[in-house]
């Protein structure tokens, strides 16, 4: 079983059109991060929350707009996206951002957008 | 400069043998972490193995070992009796415990596929 699930798996959407995906994890963990990753590519990063609080966004624009409502809750706000946009986010967990070289992360399955 | 680079974009294998998947990394800083990720066609990213840098024995998962070579800067992955199942991209990934945030930097990945 994913330890971290996100929904929804497939989201077709409109440039015009607000929608959001959500992350859930129950280890625990205190670190979430959204990753967005093109086909045969590697992950992104695009924001990272520690302790619920944002501690990293990765100069992303605006039309994603992340939220932590809390420890085991992941959202991404999208709006006003452009086709670029179509990818795979990918969300992640970890204990924390403590300065460990072990900071395994723990991924979902991720959600395939397509913006037409 | 990469930080991580994974020089071999796609390897075949036939079922049951080993296979090797490289990886050279680059960084300053003496603490850091090195990691392997498998990503199957489904998408989800499932962690393999990980190896600190100031680990004297290299790491070992299962059918999974991580051959690494300080000295070298190298860390490469060897999956031993090879199964179907192991075809999939793998992406080796560094986190460096003083620098760059604590943030994951992934190399371009290596596609596999086993052969029966």
């Known amino acids: 079983d994913t330890e971290v699930t996100q929904t929804p798996k497939h989201l077709v959407m409109g440039m015009t059109n607000k929608k959001s995906l959500k992350c859930e994890q129950h280890m625990g963990h205190r670190a979430m991060y959204w990753y967005k990753q093109k086909a045969k590519k590697p992950p992104e990063l695009m924001f990272v929350y520690s302790y619920e609080k944002l501690s990293i966004n990765e100069s992303v624009p605006s039309r994603f707009s992340p939220e932590c409502p809390n420890s085991s809750l992941l959202n991404l706000h999208l709006h006003a996206l452009q086709p670029e946009d179509s990818a795979l986010y990918l969300c992640a967990s970890s204990q924390d951002m403590a300065s460990s070289g072990a900071n395994v992360l723990t991924f979902g399955a991720g959600s395939r957008l397509t913006v037409l | 400069a990469q930080k991580i680079t994974q020089t071999q974009p796609g390897m075949f294998v036939q079922e049951k043998e080993a296979v090797t998947l490289d990886c050279t990394y680059d960084t300053s800083d003496p603490s850091y972490g090195l990691f392997w990720y498998k990503q199957p066609s489904s998408g989800e990213m499932i962690f393999l193995i990980y190896?600190?840098?100031?680990?004297?024995q290299n790491a070992t998962e299962g059918r999974y070992s991580l051959n690494f070579q300080k000295a070298r800067k190298s860390a490469n992955l060897v999956i031993s009796a090879s199964q179907l199942g192991d075809s999939a991209m793998y992406f080796c990934?560094?986190?460096?415990?003083?620098?760059?945030?604590?943030?994951?930097?992934f190399g371009d990945g290596t596609t596999l596929t086993v052969k029966p």
């Open positions: 990934a560094m986190r460096e415990v003083n620098t760059n945030a604590g943030k994951s930097t």
């Open positions: 190896q600190g840098s100031y680990d004297q």
